[in-house]
């Protein structure tokens, strides 16, 4: 059980990383450009809006936290 | 060869350097304060774990459909890449000290040589481990980069090649000068790692969620300024905030 929670945390540590909320968001920028895209509409915008954004957050957490 | 295969080799070549220059200051940490033979010994195992890593996912990531796979890959790249750029902005902009690779090699000689030794088949295991670790760390990077740069954009070999120049490079200044590879600009080189990443992040996730970019492939060189004019803002918004911070601290001591 430890060496597999050892084995989780090393590839949560390693995709995910230090701020979860960044990977959060992402997820959700892309689920809605997926959404906006299926219904015809234009989304190409929406990433280059939003990462600007969740990196700017994140950095303000991480910031905060020193 | 393309634009977007030109980004690809470049990238490639980038983020390898930075993770075999990593990987050379544990190594050589290791084969000067526990033995060579326990060092190389760690270093052939992790390249062998890595080598089937590749075999094994390398094929499997080339039967997947191209638009499932830019979704994944691009998400992923783009969260990697995100927190590269974030730890390379904190440094640029005085909030965390700057990466220095002297001193890593430092700390790591010196609890080398305080371990105690035990010795299997011949090998000081501390040795092997510190090596074996370190190498396939910062190489399960390298392997992340190159399939997943290499699958989405189409070519695993351009991506491949980049990584191998990377490697020649390194591993042949290493050789000469035996010592940790300090002057090279690791800084500078993450904070251009993040930003290709995350530029290749934005790119490909856009298009694996079905979304169609202005100008089809040209669009990544509009993405990678844009990426590139964020993150000098948020570098020099950062800096200037960081040096108010310690002024005012000055003052009121």
């Known amino acids: 059980m ?8 090393f590839w949560w540590g390693f995709v995910i990383g230090d701020d979860w909320v960044v990977a959060a968001l992402v997820a959700a920028a892309i689920a809605v450009t997926a959404a906006l895209a299926a219904a015809g509409i234009a989304a190409w915008w929406l990433l280059p809006l939003a990462v600007p954004l969740t990196l700017w957050l994140s950095l303000r957490r991480a910031i905060r936290s020193t | 060869m393309s634009t977007g295969d030109a980004f690809l080799v470049l990238s490639a070549f980038l983020a390898s350097g930075v993770e075999f220059v990593e990987a050379l200051t544990i190594v050589l940490a290791a084969g000067l304060a526990r033995g060579w033979r326990s ?3 760690g270093l052939g195992a992790a390249t062998l774990v890595l080598a089937v890593v590749v075999i094994v996912l390398g094929p499997a990531l080339t ?3 191209l638009q499932g796979l830019r979704l994944v890959v691009g998400a992923l790249l783009l969260v990697f890449g995100l927190q590269w750029l974030r730890k390379a902005i904190l440094r640029a902009s005085g909030y965390k000290a700057l990466h220095d690779e002297d001193a890593i090699f430092a700390r790591e000689l010196a609890d080398a ?13 501390y040795g092997f481990t510190l090596a074996f670790k370190g190498v396939l760390l910062e190489g399960l990077e390298v392997v992340f980069i190159v399939l997943t740069f290499g699958s989405a954009q189409g070519s695993i070999p351009l991506a491949a090649a980049g990584a191998v120049a990377a ?5 042949g200044v290493g050789i000469a000068v035996r010592a940790p590879l300090a002057r090279v600009p690791e800084n500078s080189m993450k904070f251009a790692v993040g ?7 934005i790119f490909w996730s856009v298009e694996g969620a079905g979304a169609d970019w202005p100008g089809s492939d040209a669009a990544l060189l509009g993405v990678l300024g844009f990426v590139l004019l964020f993150s000098f803002a948020l570098v020099r918004v950062l800096r200037r905030e960081r040096r108010t911070q310690l002024r005012t601290a000055e003052v009121q001591t």
Do not use: N
């Open chain 1, 2 to 9: 430890t060496r597999l929670a050892a084995f989780g945390r």
């Open chain 2, 195 to 201: 930003v290709m990443l995350t530029t290749f992040g």
């Open chain 2, 39 to 41: 060092s190389l010994a």
């Open chain 2, 113 to 125: 040589q305080g371990a105690a030794r035990l010795e299997r088949a011949g090998v000081d295991w």
């Open chain 2, 167 to 171: 490697l020649v490079l390194v591993a």
């Open chain 2, 63 to 65: 039967v997947i459909p």
